[in-house]
């Protein structure tokens, strides 16, 4: 295959997600738009999204109301301006994605505008719009069928951002022209030249050694951004989401917090429920109190798994409206309508990231980061179910506003940035070297930095994981790309992340829950956690 090594293009979409999507759409309507997936473009985090996307939509709600509920969550981190202004911006962005033509459920015999509104932990009211359980793969269709019909925008599949094209002003200040990408076939890398770089790349639950994300969810815009200088916060909050069905062929397959929204109980094996000695909301608490008390059952008793039962109620409504799960688990050998199913907690959302504004700029100029990349204020500690589409969403549109300014201005020319030079790297020849490093981030993860954690455990994934990023750097450098070796890079530099920030946070709050400190701390611990590269 014969490839250009240079393409030119007005703005670079560095993820094909809710997030990358929604911005090219727009995009698109005043320039050219390059859009690079890691693997096929409909694999994203957001194909996968089940519960669906919250936003005020019914006359019984209000913005006030989803607004306290996203502050309650967040456990006092969240940035009070963004959550209003992400909350209040819902509604847009909802419409924005039905016109680009997502079908969400619709209320049986309801109006145009009436749609089912689903129920999930942390939410005073009903305001979860879905297509059944399959609500990603719907919005990323219509997202899909919208960028293709846009000649526009050209979206480049198995192209894996490696590292950002950053030249300095005269005053010294970063400036970013796109992006070098390794495409994955030929394994030459090619220079993406843009005036305007969006890296909406999505999360890193591949850090973990069980998590519901897909293979693509390496935290690769973190750690790019990082390596460029840009400011990461929050990295010690990432998300378990309680219930993933447990089964050794499943991959942690998602049993969505909807059913629990529904009246699914949480049973120990004897049918024994348990939540309502964790918090007064049962089933229906924040997420980090019920993982954590997953977790300490099954600790306490020593348990594999504890049992979700949705069986009490009407099997065809369990059906109709858990199509996906019912079939996938009836596939497992459990029928949801006919008793209790295995459930275990896995890595599910990176509430931190790449630190931006409400237009979603970072501080290096040309430079916007959204979606699960992303690190805005409107999670703080923990994030409400079904916030993170409608962050996204917002946060693309709002990332697309603000381009759109910028470049009505913008008379700079980009610099002229070398060709991607393998200097005298050799072809790989023994993988072990790669997939070694790679468990041994991904197990020490999950067994000294999951869902509770204390301050020998951090002391010791923190020696292990320099040890590890220091090999990984001279092999990096000594062999020619793939994309194993870029992920793997990658995955080593966020999990110090998350490292280095849990052991900066000396209290428990929200989803970073510590031994040491077991008390949330206001008086000493009440910020966002930032680390740059340059200290
Ligand atoms: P993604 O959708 O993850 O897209 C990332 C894109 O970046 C992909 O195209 C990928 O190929 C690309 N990429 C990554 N690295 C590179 C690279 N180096 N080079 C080139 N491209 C790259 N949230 C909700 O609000 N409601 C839900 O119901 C819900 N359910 C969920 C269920 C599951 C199983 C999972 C995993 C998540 C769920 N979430 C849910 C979270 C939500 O889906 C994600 O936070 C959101 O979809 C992220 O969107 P995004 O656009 O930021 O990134
Ligand atoms: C789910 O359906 O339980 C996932 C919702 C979310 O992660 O927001």
Not at 124 to 139: C, K
Not at 144 to 172: F, K, Q, S
Not at 351 to 362: K, Y
């Amino acid at each position: 295959m014969n490839l250009d090594s240079r393409i030119d293009s007005d703005f670079l979409v560095i993820g094909g997600g809710i997030a990358g999507l929604i911005f090219a759409i727009k995009a698109a309507e005043i320039g050219s738009v390059t859009v690079l997936t890691k693997a096929a473009s409909d694999e994203a985090n957001t194909s996968y999204a089940q519960g669906g996307i919250a936003s005020v939509w019914s006359v019984d709600d209000s913005f006030e109301s989803h607004i306290e509920d996203t502050l309650r969550a967040g456990a006092g981190l969240c940035d009070r301006t963004a959550v209003e202004t992400i909350v209040r911006d819902g509604p847009d962005a909802v419409r924005d994605l039905i016109a680009f033509g997502a079908n969400f459920t619709r209320i049986e015999g309801g109006g145009e505008d009436e749609y089912d509104l689903g129920r999930e932990g942390g939410h005073s009211h009903r305001r979860v719009l879905h297509a059944q359980d399959l609500t990603g793969r719907e919005i990323m269709r219509a997202l899909g069928e919208a960028a293709r019909a846009r000649p526009n925008i050209r979206v480049l599949e198995n192209h894996v951002a490696v590292d950002l094209l950053i030249a300095r002003t005269a005053g010294g200040a970063a400036q970013c022209w796109g992006a070098y990408a390794l495409e994955k076939s030929s394994r030459s890398v090619r220079k993406i030249v843009a005036r305007t770089t969006l890296l909406a790349t999505g999360g890193a639950g591949k850090v973990y050694l069980y998590t519901t994300n897909p293979e693509i969810a390496s935290g690769d815009g973190v750690a790019i951004a990082y390596r460029a200088g840009a400011p990461i916060a929050n990295m010690e909050f990432y998300q378990f989401h309680p219930t993933c069905l447990y089964h050794p062929a499943a991959k942690s397959f998602l049993i969505s917090e909807a059913l629990r929204g529904e009246g699914a109980i949480l049973r120990l094996l004897d049918g024994t429920p348990f939540m309502k000695r964790y918090h007064p909301d049962a089933e229906l608490a924040p997420r980090d109190v019920v993982a954590r008390a997953i977790d300490s059952e099954m600790k306490r008793l020593g348990l594999d798994c504890v049992h979700l039962d949705i069986s009490h109620r009407d099997p065809a409504y369990i059906r109709a409206r858990f199509p996906n799960i019912y079939q996938r688990c009836l596939g497992y050998g459990f029928d949801l309508t006919a008793g209790p199913i295995p459930v275990v907690p896995a890595a599910h959302y990176m509430c931190g990231g790449v630190m931006t504004d409400l237009n979603a700029r970072t501080p290096i100029a040309r430079l916007y980061a959204a979606g699960e990349a992303a690190m805005t204020g409107l999670h703080g500690a923990n994030r409400l179910a079904s916030n993170s589409l409608l962050e996204a969403a917002v946060m693309g549109r709002r990332a697309f506003a603000d381009a759109r300014l910028q470049l009505a201005h913008d008379e700079g020319a980009p610099p002229a940035f070398p060709e991607w030079n393998p200097g005298a790297a050799i072809q790989s020849e023994q993988r072990v070297l790669i997939t070694q490093s790679w468990d041994e981030i991904r197990r020490l993860m999950w067994n000294y930095v999951g869902i509770v954690r204390g301050d020998r455990r951090l002391e010791r994934a923190l020696r292990r994981i320099q040890m590890l990023r220091e090999e990984i750097h001279s092999y990096y450098w000594d062999h020619l790309l793939d994309s194993d070796l870029i992920e793997l890079r990658n995955l080593a530099t966020v999990a110090e992340l998350v490292v280095r920030c849990a052991m900066a946070r000396k209290e428990s709050r929200g989803l970073h829950y510590t031994i040491d400190y077991p008390e949330r701390d206001d008086a000493r611990c009440l910020r966002n956690t930032i680390l740059r590269r340059d200290g």
